[in-house]
């Protein structure tokens, strides 16, 4: 069974992956995982969004290959974040994420 991703949606997060300016990021301490770890930046306006949800959704089924290759995601919404895409985690309170890459998105056009 094959699943339909959507694309321009999988180019951003893969666009925000390889352009993440590890110097620039701020108290969610993600330099920590500088050399360890890939991260995965799924962000968001509106966490009820059926683009977002489907994201995750497609990332959970591939959970073990996340691990394999050492992936962190990190979901980003306005006033938060949070680690992983099983939803055992707690939002963390912030904006400074999604204030620094959301602005990557519009510029993109992708939205």
């Known amino acids: ?4 991703v959507n694309l321009p949606f999988l180019k951003i997060v893969l666009a ?3 352009t993440l300016n590890m110097n620039n ?5 993600m330099k920590s995982h500088q050399w360890e770890n890939r991260l995965l930046l799924v962000i968001t306006d509106d966490t009820t969004n059926d683009t ?3 994201q995750l959704n497609e990332l959970k089924r591939c959970i073990s290959g996340l691990r394999e290759r050492k992936i ?8 938060g974040y949070k680690t992983g895409v ?5 939002w963390e309170k912030s904006s400074s994420l999604y204030k620094t890459y959301q602005k990557l998105i519009h510029q993109w056009n992708y939205y």
Request: proline share 0%; no cysteine.
């Open 1 to 4: 069974m094959t699943s339909k």
């Open 16 to 18: 925000i992956l390889f």
């Open 25 to 29: 990021i701020d108290a969610q301490n």
């Open 52 to 54: 977002y949800n489907n």
């Open 72 to 79: 962190i995601v990190y979901q980003i919404k306005k006033d």
């Open 86 to 90: 099983l939803g055992n985690r707690n």
